[in-house]
């Protein structure tokens, strides 16, 4: 997977888990529990959406790896 196919797979994600998030202002350094203000469920969610529609499973102790929206991005074109 590409960084545009990644980024597309964690937009997409987002919309599902968190309609509300506006993309046209989102910058991809926005942290995703602070600044998009996931809570820990949606959290699980954007990681189990993300798993669904990529393949891509984020174990727990990559995390802190996926914190911000780029580097959700990044890891999704790392491995997918």
């Not at 599902?16 to 506006?22: H, S, T």
């Amino acid at each position: 997977m590409n960084e545009q196919e990644a980024r597309q797979a964690v937009h997409t994600a987002i919309s599902q888990v968190a309609p509300d998030v506006d993309f046209d202002g989102l910058d991809e350094g926005s942290r995703l529990r602070q600044d998009l203000e996931l809570d820990s469920l949606d959290f699980l969610r954007l990681v189990e959406t993300i798993n669904e529609g990529t393949g891509v499973d984020i174990p727990e102790r990559d995390y802190a790896a996926v914190a911000t929206v780029k580097g959700l991005i990044d890891y999704l074109a790392a491995r997918g």
